[in-house]
């Protein structure tokens, strides 16, 4: 496959990019050994880049960062692609917004998906980040887009982008790789105090209205706008 001069520019921005987006996995203690990974879509280009396989967060570089095709085919690099390469491609493919996927076995999250249970919208925060519940995706084996599925299926028409893939673990989108590492962040956060929630009580639930009025907030007037 040929890759035009200004694609590969954006490949070769976005190799250091990622590399630097997964050192903060295991700095938020989300991932342990080789486990979980960060991918970004190119622009303008039916390609993603991918951490290698079975590559430990220390050796991770630029340079073993590799590019797939939004089959999950290798196109460049000296490694094998993720394992979940096909899983964050069918999303690439499915949901053209979508310029950032995540996959951790975040340890609260995680455990969450072990039972099967979404994360019921009983914090502020997971109304801001998620506008609801952190819904739970069907049991699918690792190395197909079975996965890929999954996550889409559960999160079309759904305004959180973090879905705990039951067993698994927690794939997490954003309109770019940094927003949804962000997620992946929030969700093992939110998850963690609601699980120490329910083991005092019964945590209260948010109302409706106050989720929706919370999301447009948190989406649309927090932070700082962005320069003209």
Known sequence: MTIAQ?????????RQHVADLHRELPRNALVVWTAGNVSARVPDADLLVIKPSGVGYDELSADNMVVADLDGNLVDGAYKPSSDTAAHAYVYRHMPH???VVHTHSTYATAWSARGEAIPCVLTAMADEFGGE??????ALIGDDSIGRGIVETLSGH?????????????????????????????EDVARTVHIARQLGTPLP??????????????????QSQPA
Not at 216 to 223: C, F, I, S, T
């Open 98 to 100: 979508i310029g950032g």
């Open 206 to 223: 948010i109302e409706e209205h106050h989720i929706d009025a919370l999301y447009a907030r948190y989406q649309n007037v927090y932070g």
């Open 6 to 14: 200004d694609v590969t520019s954006q490949i070769t921005r976005l």
């Open 134 to 139: 952190i819904p739970v995706g069907p049991f």
């Open 159 to 187: 305004r959180s982008p973090a879905v705990l893939m039951r067993s698994h673990g927690v794939f997490t989108i954003g309109r770019s790789a940094r927003d949804a590492v962000k997620a992946a962040v929030m969700c």
